[in-house]
């Protein structure tokens, strides 16, 4: 982690709302959750809702707000969601309408909020446990491959599974397994360990999304579902309008990791 | 467990659809999940799966079917959600207006079907690890309390949690919570142990449904939510139809107990 940053989530917040900051947030508030963003109106609510509940790894819901409702209550008491993400991205119909720095004048009472977990939380843990981490040694977004793991479909919204690959040692990959699987509101455990064709993988070198990482002999790749999932999801259902946040422009909460960890 | 059935959970779920079992689920296709039982028509579905989100320890998810659907596809591939729980409660505005054996002849096309864990599946669990279960032991229903534990709010639903009680030997507290902790999924692990005055239960030889238990001197009250609350919430609301299944005459699943648990 290159850029280590002390300063508290609300005060980034702060900075974000004033329009002081509209870089990535990796690496900011060191310690406390950051969550993807999905804003949908109402009416597509339900299905939404549903293929979360039904999509726990990919899609792990750490909060949802009520229609029209713009402010927290669990991941921070002090947040406006309107404002206080970098950038955030605005799709018509399924396609990339503008990216904009806040989306106060667009805001609709039928809008309902949704904020996913997301990897950095244990990214944040294996480090701790002296795993490496390869795309964050390499100084690159780790890389992404759309799976052939079909997501449980709900209502509209269906699709394959996006997966995250970190290359681990094969003596560590049991230790990467149990700490991850504590973080279940964060993605869990690995969906798949080893032979990438098996999940419809051909080419560990040529990622969908993000950057290759060099993979050293005997190690193995572990596959993580990974929080782009709903947003492909919901652009394959191109509903008519849909909000979320730039990718790496995330939501800073006040929830430290570990109160989403389990035992 | 005084009655030990090795019939398979189809086999059961057979007579049931016959009519030719009408009694308490408890003790039947041992190892299998049970599921309690919620069916809202659609308009009230968003707010309630909303509730669950919010509230997984007394609202544990085991699936959730698109409006009108009557089969199951994760806890079985082969059940009728209308004809194949034991008992049914009919609730109008909040009323119990009829107990009956299938709800084939009411059913609408809006109905969505909640399915929710229920503690038959981590008591299992504490049985094989030799903890003591007294409710089980003394052969009666295990004492449930309302607590003055909120549950978080969502839409029309709203209301205290209700726990249920077990006493636990000290030495065994702590083995008691690392083994429910892996039931996420059916209440998962305590939520409040020892001192019942700090969650407003003035007396536990009193709880609000099912029996009183004997509590040995040193024991510890160990106290964990309680799929209870989901009805009781529902009932509050007093939504025009409700239905539930008849407290005791579950849904039995194709899923072993092992299936839902984690780490």
């Known amino acids: ?31 406390y959750a950051q969550a993807n963003l999905v804003i949908l109106p109402q009416r597509y609510a339900f299905d939404f809702l549903l293929f979360c509940q ?5 899609c792990p819901l750490l909060e949802v707000l009520e229609p029209g409702t713009f402010q927290t209550e669990f ?6 969601i309107r404002t206080d993400l970098p950038r955030y991205n605005i799709y018509r119909n399924g396609k990339l309408e503008a990216t904009v720095k806040e989306i106060k004048p667009i805001w609709e009472k039928d809008f309902v909020t949704f904020l996913l977990g997301c990897s950095f939380s244990f990214e944040e843990a294996l480090l701790r446990a002296n795993i490496p981490i390869r795309h964050i040694e390499e100084n690159k ?14 209502g ?6 996006v997966v995250t690959m970190r290359p681990i040692p094969p003596d560590k990959v049991s230790r990467a397994v149990q700490i991850t ?30 950057d290759p990482v060099t993979i050293r002999k005997d190690e193995v790749p572990v596959f993580w579902a990974c929080g782009v999932t709903p947003q492909a999801v919901v652009m394959k259902a191109k509903p008519d309008l849909c909000i979320t946040h730039t990718p790496g422009h995330m939501f800073i909460s006040d929830l430290l990791n570990e109160e989403l960890a389990s035992l």
Chains 1, 2 share one sequence.
């Open 1 to 31: 982690m290159s850029r280590i940053d002390h300063r508290s989530p609300k005060e980034i917040r702060n900075l974000i709302r004033k329009g002081k900051w509209d870089k990535p947030t990796a690496g900011l508030a060191m310690g």
């Open 54 to 58: 039904r999509n726990p790894k990919p």
């Open 75 to 80: 991941l921070s008491r002090d947040a406006d």
């Open 141 to 154: 977004n780790v890389p992404m491959f759309i799976s052939s793991i079909s997501c449980k479909p709900a």
């Open 156 to 161: 509209l919204f269906h699709g394959p599974m």
């Open 181 to 210: 699987s504590r973080y279940i509101s964060v993605h869990g455990a690995p969906v798949h360990i080893g032979d990438p064709s098996r999940i419809g993988i051909k080419n560990l070198k040529k990622p969908d999304f993000g």
